[in-house]
Each structure stands twice: as structure tokens, then as C-alpha cells.
């Protein structure tokens, strides 16, 4: 049976309550999957999520979206921002108070909570380091030309968060000693590609949203464009006049890069079976399937037709395999 609580009566206590706030907002889909493991693993998981949340959100929401002078004259202290935000994911760690409390990106409740959760596990900072490598790439604005750069970004942006889920699947809790995981190998070998595979398809899920935005928010290499012969100009204009046939050609290229890492995915993701529970393997699954359902309605009928049913296909996948939170 799963243990998800519905998150607006979730019975977690200070500081959880904050930071499941934080990660309720967006109700995302590894939210809603991690929201059925135990309440001691919600709570890793809350902390975790709303630590990254906090500095992603400044990042993504607040500097990028910035006009080019503020964000010129901004740089620089958004890049002590993520160093500050780091020194304090390192402090937790260690079980230590909180070093900047009152200028560091995480608010005391989310500290204090990472500090009760990482803070007692063996799963080192890794995770929360290469986020903050992807962060720098975005505040110094690199640019991403070939797909081995998109590979690069995806390690901090996508993969290391989804290893922290998989570190918890198989984590299990004693209250002496805290949080361990008998996972032989490191959690990112089993999360990598999977998460990849994930990320691919959330970009073309939500392409048609992100594209209203600035250029820079579009995750897609300039090499990806270039074979499917279009521009980000003519990608906004062929969404906004209802031309989805024009993205038909690059949605099939981006797919069949997604399908790649699909495999290798399955595969390592198979191998956490043996230390998985019940539960833990059926949330695995339905966590994966909402996206290997999405990739295959793009397959299946192109991306173009995916684009023209949209909403009513991520409405459809997402309730069939992870219905809203709730007592079940």
C-alpha cells in the first residue's frame, strides 16, 4: 500500500510543513511519485526538493528572465547566490548550523530540515554540487551548440536531482542512525540516463510554454535545430499560428535521442529491482511510465498531432499513473 498523505493535510511538523509548501507548488510528477513513500522518506525527499527548488526558482524565474542589462549587472551576485546556497548544503551535511542565516538562499526552516535529513544519511552532496555547476553554466549564459553540451547541462539539471529519488527508494530509516542505502553502485548510475530520457521528453512536452519565454529558457542544442532545419523564431511562430506540422521533424530527432537513453535506462534501472520493495518498484514504474506514455504518443501519431491534443494527453497519462496525492 502506499503511504502518500494528500499534501495539503500531510501530518510532516516543523520544518517539513515549509518545505513541503515549497514543493507542493508545482505538483510535479517526481512530487507526486515521491509522496508515496514512507513519511521519514517524504520528509528526506521535501528537504532535498525544496533545497534545490529555492535556488533553481532564483535562477530560472528570477535572473533569467531579466531584461540583458539587469542581468549584466546582476551576474555576479547571483553567482555568490549559488555559492552561498552550496556552502550552506555542505554545512548541512555535516550537521552543522546554519553558516548564513540571515543571507543565505535557504530560510532557516529549509536548512534545518536538510540538516535533520542529508545531514543524518550516507548520501553525499553530489547531487546538490553538479545542480550547482548547471546553474553556473546558466547565469554565465554558455551556450548549448552540440548535444555532448545538452549531455553536460543534463547531469547537473536533470540527473543529479533524480539520483537523490533513487538513493530514497532503496533508502530505508532507523531513528539511531539515520538514513542508509545498501545500493552497491552510486545512485546516478541507476537515475542517469532515465532522467535523460525524462528531460527530453518534458521539453517537448512543455515546448509550446517555454518557448513564450526568452530564448535562453529553451533547453534545445543549436545542433538539434540546425538538422531539423528551424529556428527558435519559427518555433514560437509556428506554435502561435497552429503549425505544429513545421516541429514535427525536429520532435522526431529529439525522440530518437530520447529513445537511446530510454534503453540504456531501463536497463540500469532494472538492476535496483533486487533491492526494491513493493511499493518502492511500482513507484519506480509509475513515475516512468507517465513519460514513456508521453514519449509514445509523440512517436506513435508525431509530434505534431502530440502538439495538437496536448493537454488532454498529459491530463490523461499523469492521472493514470500518478492520480493526485491522496489517501489510497
Keep these: 500500500m502506499s503511504h502518500s498523505l494528500p499534501p495539503e493535510n500531510a501530518v510532516l511538523g516543523a520544518p517539513f510543513n515549509a518545505c513541503n509548501e515549497?514543493?507542493?507548488?508545482?505538483?510535479?510528477?517526481?512530487?507526486r511519485a515521491a509522496m508515496r513513500l514512507s513519511p521519514e522518506r517524504q520528509r528526506f525527499f521535501l528537504a532535498s526538493y525544496a533545497s534545490m527548488r529555492v535556488i533553481d526558482d532564483i535562477v530560472d524565474d528570477g535572473f533569467l528572465e531579466l531584461p540583458d542589462a539587469e542581468r549584466d549587472a546582476q551576474r555576479e551576485t547571483v553567482i555568490e547566490t549559488i555559492n552561498q546556497w552550496q556552502a550552506q548544503i555542505i554545512s548541512a551535511k555535516a550537521g552543522a548550523k546554519n553558516p548564513l542565516p540571515e543571507t543565505g538562499p535557504?530560510?532557516?526552516?529549509?536548512?534545518?530540515?536538510?540538516?535533520l535529513t542529508l545531514g543524518r544519511s550516507d548520501l553525499a552532496t553530489d547531487p546538490w554540487i553538479e545542480l550547482a555547476d548547471a546553474l553556473h553554466r546558466d547565469v554565465a549564459e554558455e551556450p548549448m551548440d552540440e548535444w555532448d553540451d545538452f549531455i553536460a547541462y543534463c547531469e547537473g539539471a536533470t540527473a543529479a536531482p533524480a539520483s537523490i529519488f533513487v538513493y530514497l527508494l532503496s533508502a530505508r530509516f532507523d531513528p539511531?542512525?539515520?538514513?542508509?542505502?545498501?545500493?552497491?553502485?552510486?545512485?546516478?548510475?541507476?537515475?542517469?540516463?532515465?532522467?535523460?530520457?525524462?528531460?527530453?521528453?518534458h521539453i517537448l512536452r512543455d515546448l509550446p510554454d517555454d518557448i513564450k519565454g526568452p530564448d535562453r529558457l529553451v533547453t534545445i542544442p543549436s545542433e538539434m535545430l540546425i538538422a531539423a532545419d528551424i529556428t527558435l523564431?519559427?518555433?514560437?511562430?509556428?506554435?502561435?499560428?497552429?503549425?505544429?506540422?513545421?516541429?514535427?521533424?525536429?520532435?522526431?530527432?529529439?525522440?530518437?535521442?530520447a529513445w537511446e537513453h530510454f534503453e540504456t535506462?531501463?536497463?540500469?534501472?532494472?538492476?535496483?529491482?533486487?533491492?526494491?520493495?513493493t511499493d518502492e518498484a511500482d513507484t519506480l514504474s509509475r513515475l516512468f511510465t507517465v513519460y514513456i506514455e508521453l514519449g509514445?504518443?509523440?512517436?506513435?501519431?508525431?509530434?505534431?498531432?502530440?502538439?495538437?491534443?496536448?493537454?488532454?494527453?498529459m491530463e490523461t497519462t499523469a492521472q493514470n499513473s500518478l492520480p493526485d496525492v491522496s489517501n489510497d
Design 265 to 277: 535506462g531501463q536497463a540500469r534501472s532494472g538492476e535496483l529491482l533486487s533491492v526494491l520493495d
Design 233 to 257: 523564431g519559427e518555433i514560437r511562430n509556428a506554435i502561435g499560428q497552429g503549425k505544429y506540422e513545421e516541429l514535427d521533424y525536429l520532435g522526431k530527432i529529439m525522440l530518437e535521442h
Design 176 to 201: 539511531e542512525i539515520g538514513y542508509t542505502s545498501p545500493l552497491t553502485n552510486p545512485p546516478i548510475y541507476h537515475a542517469r540516463d532515465m532522467a535523460i530520457f525524462c528531460y527530453i521528453i
Design 22 to 31: 515549497l514543493a507542493a507548488a508545482k505538483n510535479a510528477n517526481l512530487y
Design 296 to 313: 509514445g504518443a509523440m512517436m506513435e501519431n508525431g509530434y505534431a498531432n502530440f502538439l495538437k491534443d496536448r493537454k488532454s494527453i
Design 106 to 115: 535557504l530560510s532557516g526552516d529549509v536548512y534545518e530540515a536538510l540538516r
